[in-house]
């Protein structure tokens, strides 16, 4: 799989992210309270995840261009 394959699949899992996010804060409009703690035990494990990920594919993809590392 080349870099570009792999950063297709991880821009998916971030937007993927972004849209849960997107109908989190919806909800909180209704009542702001996180009471079954979902940001800390579903949203920041994945954002962890993928932030490892991007390190990673940076570090293992020598092709990658220099403007897109940075």
């Not at 821009?11 to 989190?24: K, M, P, Q």
């Not at 962890?48 to 990920?53: T, W």
């Given at each position: 799989m080349?870099?570009?394959?792999?950063?297709?699949?991880?821009?998916?899992?971030?937007?993927?992210?972004?849209?849960?996010g997107?109908?989190?804060?919806?909800?909180?409009?209704?009542?702001?309270?996180?009471?079954?703690?979902?940001?800390?035990?579903?949203?920041?494990?994945?954002?962890?995840?993928?932030?490892?990920?991007?390190?990673?594919?940076?570090?293992?993809?020598p092709?990658?261009?220099?403007?897109?590392?940075?």
């Amino acid at each position: 799989m080349t870099w570009l394959e792999q950063w297709r699949d991880l821009a998916a899992r971030i937007d993927g992210l972004i849209r849960a996010g997107e109908f989190l804060v919806s909800a909180f409009k209704v009542n702001s309270a996180d009471a079954h703690s979902v940001v800390r035990k579903s949203f920041q494990p994945e954002l962890v995840a993928i932030i490892a990920e991007i390190d990673r594919l940076c570090q293992r993809s020598p092709e990658i261009p220099p403007g897109a590392i940075t």
